[in-house]
Structures are given as C-alpha cells and as structure tokens.
C-alpha cells in the first residue's frame, strides 16, 4: 500500500524475507518527494524496540511515538529513505534470528537500490533499546561468516549506526542495574534471557555471542551512541562501556548522555525535551554521514 506525508513517500507492508516461521518479514518504506540525484539518497534501515519480544515497525516506541516528533518523518524531510523492518521475536525463535532477520534487510535494500533512489553505498543502521543493539550488531558483524545466509550473498554492511539506549553487554548487564531498575537482565525469564534462551548468569557463552561488545573491533563503521542517565531498563553503562571498547579500536564514535532521561526518553517532567534532542542529533550525525566523500 502507498501513501504520502508532508514529507515523502510511504510503502508499507514489503516482504522482504520469509523465514522460518509463521509470518513472513515486512517493512515500511518512506522516500522523499524529489528525485534522487547523483548515485542516489542516503539511506536508514531502523529497528524497533520492544525487549525482542514486543513491538512493531515504524514506532519508536510508546513514549516517543505518543509526542508527535516522527522521528523517521524527520529523516525523510532530510533527504533520507527510511526502511523501517521487522524481525523475529523471542517468542518466535531465538538469537541469532533477529540479527539474521536484520541483515536480511539491509541485504534486500542494497539489492534493490536503484528500484527506490537508493545509493548503495551510504545505507545505515538505526534503532532503539532492543532495535538498537541489533543495529549495533549488524554494524559489527558485517560479513561474518557466522551469520551470513549461504543463498545471498549481497553485502550486509551498514556505513554507520545509530543506537538509542541500546544493551551492548548481556553478559554484565544485570550487575549495572540501578538499584531502583524496573527490570534487570538476570531476572528470573527477563527479557535477555528470553532472547538468548537460557539465563545469561547460567550461559555466559550465549550471553557473549549476543553482545554487541564482542564484536568491537578496527572493522567498525562509525557509531552514534546516545543513552539517558537514569535508564531504568538498560544501564547506560551499556553505551558508555561500547563507546570506551569503540575508541580503545579506533573507531568513529559518539557518545551523547542525555541527563535525568530514563528509557524511551521520559523526564521527570514528561517534556519531550530529550526525545526531541536525541532526534535532533540523530538526523544530525547520519547527515554528516551522508555528507563524507
């Protein structure tokens, strides 16, 4: 189905992989109104949040969503194709399907580049909490041989990446929980538990595998990391702990803490100053992305 927006075009609902599973994968598609020009628009493939369990393309959750800011609108208004995908959830099917499912749609955007104005060469990754660490692994883990799908070989790298309030470090995520966490990651059947499919106390193993943090290395694309100070939900220690491992390889990162913003960028006045900040400095780094020869 298409549609407009005082910003572009909207295609919602393409399948672009249908995994194992009773559904098939879909994504919503927002394009600018102009025509593309030289090699093509830039590009942002985004996934959601949710806890890998929850959640839907094109939101960027509850909180973010109900202030009206549209983040990926704002995108579009930029200049930006915005790919908005779904992915396996853990009560679908363990890790590593959601970062296979991720892959899964950078690979179809690449391949279908020059169909939507796409320049193949400037697509990124976006995504917040849970969305945001599968975009910090598929950032990560380009051309991994452990998560490569054998019937497609189209490069599955993204340029750059933008993480909100995203865990990076499953294995030592429970230990940083603020005392006054709604939730922990060592919580009996938590939400990284659900993912991985064993308590990451129990199987550090597993928990590693998927960190984001174990993948850190000269490889990376340059990375925008931006978390509040008094996350409930997932320490910003995790975005703190990733920049420091991304500089310490000398990669490109940036690290924005915005103070007293809890998860999904509430504030204890229930302004949308925070979302609008984090927003606002998101489309500013993919721009200077886009930007770079």
Do not use: C
């Not at 949040?49 to 509850?62: A, D, F, I, K, V």
């Not at 106390?201 to 008094?230: C, E, N, Q, R, W």
Request: proline letters at 8%.
């Amino acid at each position: 189905m298409e549609s407009t927006t005082t910003a572009g075009r909207v295609r919602k609902g393409i399948e672009f992989a249908r995994p194992e599973g009773p559904r098939p994968l879909l994504l919503d598609l927002y394009a600018p109104q102009q025509t593309p020009a030289g090699t093509g628009f830039p590009a942002v493939v985004h996934f959601h949040g949710g806890g890998w369990r929850t959640g839907e393309r094109s939101s960027l959750g509850p909180t973010v969503d109900a202030t009206g800011l549209s983040p990926i609108e704002q995108l579009v208004d930029a200049g930006f194709v915005v790919a908005s995908a779904d992915y396996r959830l853990s009560t679908e099917a363990t890790f590593p399907a959601q970062l296979l499912d991720a892959k899964a749609a950078i690979r179809w955007l690449r391949s279908h580049a020059a169909e939507y104005g796409v320049d193949p060469d400037r697509i990124y990754a976006w995504g917040d909490s849970a969305g945001g660490h599968l975009a910090s692994l598929t950032g990560l883990t380009a051309g991994s041989e452990d998560f490569q799908d054998p019937a497609d070989k189209t490069d599955d790298a993204v340029a750059a990446v933008a993480a909100w309030y995203s865990p990076s470090d499953l294995v030592r995520m429970g230990a940083q929980a603020r005392p006054d966490a709604v939730a922990t990651a060592d919580d009996p059947g938590s939400r990284e538990a659900l993912l991985i499919g064993a308590q990451p106390a129990d199987s550090p193993d597993k928990a590693a595998a998927a960190s984001p943090l174990t993948y850190v290395g000269g490889h990376a694309p340059p990375f925008f990391l931006v978390h509040g100070s008094h996350d409930r939900f997932v320490p910003v220690t995790q975005s703190v702990s990733l920049a420091e491992a991304l500089e310490g390889a000398g990669a490109d990162v940036e690290l924005l803490l915005i103070e007293d913003s809890d998860h999904m960028w509430l504030l204890p006045d229930n302004s949308p100053a925070a979302a609008q900040q984090a927003t606002s400095a998101t489309i500013d780094f993919f721009r200077r992305q886009a930007q770079k020869p």
